[in-house]
């Protein structure tokens, strides 16, 4: 059988993709589309996968077996070096079980080859942010992996079966035509399923086979450059000017597109003014090593935002540790890569098999006995209770009066085990409903989305029609419905919402018209009195894990933590000055308004900042909610306002 030429032009567009995902990671400017590089890598590896088999299959050579002996080699390796640094990065620093069973959860789910389904399944509001996740990247090769397994048992048997070529390439249209539409459909009702899942990306890779198979190319060298020049437009403006979409649905047909029409335009090219970057020497370099690049930035990157307490990230870091990934990866493909995949002895069927079982089999078996060093030491641990997750609160009334509803988001969900206190000293009846600010809605919102934010609505507006309500307590993280990320890294996170009413009305606009929606909601129903708590301080990490290691790790003291993790007054006003103009223009034109300021509990005036920690104790679950004991700490305000409303119910 004749080998494939070899086209140093697809190492190239390797190289744009897994770039393209680099920057946009390291939050280097002008790159907020970058994201699409994983599905010209889909593209890619569709084409190049289907085109193996495809040769293989018709010139009876084809083996199961050596189909996936190739993609060991390919694959495995690498992976499991950096699973394994993963692993022993944590071991080494790693203070409390929580944050190492998720690392080892990941990791037996990436080992198992299903990583995508697990982060599918628990990647949500409570679990840390994903940038503290260093395996999260590898959902992609979970849906490439499921893609191997499929793809060469129905080649085979469309081939045996159905024997004439164009049969098979309709059953690939069809089926790419099938999972697209479901892409279209579904990111409507539930993007992360979307983004996450082979049946609705499996058309990107199948965009991929279906030029392999169909093994087309321009006729003329003039529309061969063109297709060239087409394919890196698209792909350029999918990299630079993509903001604000609903990824990936309709918005990864360009960059797709823009792959085929580069592979296709690259199919038996002349020599061409492209030439300069198609066959780049150093393009061509990074290409080659582009899956160690892949594999190892993000774990990069995570460990620097989150060793211990770093959020942000300057260009010069993100530059740096761009070019740190490039080094490393460079080593990662000469030492691990390369050696593997093509020493003779590695390619003995009776070798790969056993070494890739008893390496896979003996990492789990670290990982699910594994203890670490620092979890006995518990003079250096901070303890941070999570909160119950009670929606009543007392014995309800005769009369039908609820003393008081708590609404919210999560931050309304840390104050449930106060408030279940307060309605047993006062003999009260409350509920609390879990809520997102009214007619507020992300621009990328698909219809899910904003079906869900309304049908929450149902509920407050039974308890208001079924009961008298008395008063109702609203507690918001205010500045996330204003930018629409955990963290604001730089301008291209900024996600605004809008005003449902209005779309035309954007952010603190929206905010202010949202919140007046939900309190002329509750003073038609009867409402006594609204309470709206102002924003927590947030620190600027992880408080229990990153307290821990700088206690243990490095000894700092009570002080020294605060002063690193805590937000400092200046930067809270700053972060929430337009958040509290609002608050107060609402109190300011409603008489039965009244703001709960929880700020003096966390301050310290000496250092000009807020408090994280006392002793052992942590204020924080996280970055942003508070522990039980961080509701302890601001409970003196809530009883004084229980006091003053409930003396009478005693």
């Known amino acids: ?47 190049l996968i289907t085109g193996i088999i495809k040769r293989k299959i018709e010139n009876n050579s084809f083996s199961f077996l050596e189909f996936y002996e190739n993609r060991l080699r390919r694959i495995l390796p690498a992976l499991l070096v950096i699973v394994s640094c993963c692993v022993f990065i944590s071991w080494l620093t790693s203070v409390n079980n929580l944050e190492m069973r998720q690392l080892f959860s990941s990791v037996k789910r990436v080992l198992l080859t299903i990583p995508n389904i697990y982060f599918y399944k628990n990647t949500n509001y409570f679990d840390p942010a994903a940038e503290t996740l260093p ?52 990111i409507q009702y539930n993007q992360k399923f979307t983004f996450y899942m082979l049946p609705t990306r499996a058309w990107e890779l199948l965009m991929g086979s279906i030029l392999a198979y169909t093994n087309w190319t321009p006729e003329t060298q003039k529309n061969k450059l063109l297709c060239r020049v087409m394919g890196l437009i698209l792909i350029g403006y999918s990299i630079f000017f993509y903001k604000n979409i609903l990824f990936p649905g309709i918005w990864a047909l360009p960059p797709c597109l823009g792959a085929c029409l580069y592979i296709a335009g690259g199919k038996n090219a002349q020599k061409s003014i492209l030439n300069c970057i198609t066959h780049n020497k150093l393009l061509v370099f990074i290409g080659l090593i582009s899956y160690s690049v892949y594999l190892w930035h993000w774990p990069i990157f995570v460990y620097y935002q989150n060793f211990p307490f770093r959020r942000e990230m300057p260009l010069e870091m993100g ?16 030492f691990i890569e390369n050696p593997i995949r093509h020493n003779p002895f590695f390619k003995k069927r009776f070798i790969i098999w056993p070494l890739a079982l008893l390496s896979i089999g003996t990492l789990l078996f670290t990982v699910s006995t594994l203890s670490f060093p620092y979890g006995q030491n518990q003079k250096n641990l901070f303890i941070a209770t999570f909160p119950s997750e009670e929606t009543e609160f ?57 079906k869900q934010i309304d049908t929450q609505y149902k509920t407050l507006e039974s308890i208001y029609q079924n009961y008298s309500v008395q008063n109702i307590f609203i507690n918001f993280r ?4 204003i930018t629409n990320v955990d963290f604001l890294k730089n301008e291209n996170d900024f996600i605004p919402s809008y005003y449902g ?14 919140l007046k929606d939900m309190i002329n909601d509750a003073k038609q129903h009867g409402v006594k009195n609204i309470y709206i708590q102002i924003p927590v301080p947030e620190p600027k990490a992880f408080v229990p894990q990153s307290a821990g290691k700088l206690s243990s790790l490095f ?11 805590s937000e400092k007054f200046t930067e809270y006003e700053n972060r929430n000055k337009k958040i509290i103009e609002v608050l107060k223009k609402l109190e300011k034109e409603y008489p039965h308004v009244f703001l709960i300021n929880i700020l003096p509990f966390f301050e310290n005036k000496q250092e000009q900042l807020y408090n994280v920690i006392n002793d052992n104790i942590s204020y924080y679950i996280d970055d942003d909610h508070l522990s039980v004991e961080g509701v302890n700490l601001i409970s003196p305000v809530y009883k004084e306002i229980f006091k003053n409303l409930f003396t009478s119910s005693k």
């Open 555 to 565: 000894g700092y003291s009570k002080n020294k933590i605060n002063y690193i993790l």
């Open 319 to 334: 530059l740096a540790l761009s070019l740190l990934t490039l080094i490393i990866a460079s080593f990662s493909w000469k």
């Open 478 to 481: 205010f500045i996330i419905y």
């Open 501 to 514: 009413k209005n779309p035309n009305i954007l952010s603190y606009d929206a905010l202010y018209l949202s």
């Open 135 to 186: 395996l999260l990247h590898t959902w992609s090769l979970g849906v490439e992996e499921q893609f191997y397994f499929i793809m060469p048992a129905l080649l085979f048997f469309l081939y045996k079966i159905l024997k004439g070529k164009i049969q098979i390439i309709h059953i690939l249209w069809g089926l790419c035509i099938l999972s697209f539409i479901s892409s279209l459909i579904l």
């Open 394 to 450: 007392g014995k309800q009334h005769q009369n039908n009066i609820v003393d008081f509803v708590l609404i919210g988001d999560s931050h309304a969900a840390m104050l449930p085990p106060l408030f279940k206190e307060l309605a047993k000293e006062h003999h009260l009846y409350g509920k609390r409903v879990q809520l997102h600010p009214k007619n507020l809605y992300k621009l990328t919102a698909n219809k899910e989305e904003i």
């Open 1 to 47: 059988m004749k080998k494939k030429k070899y086209r140093p032009d697809i190492d190239v567009l390797r190289a744009i993709a897994v770039l393209a995902v680099v920057f946009y990671h390291a939050h280097i400017p002008y790159f907020q589309g970058g994201y699409i590089g994983v599905s010209i890598f889909f593209v890619i590896s569709g084409y």
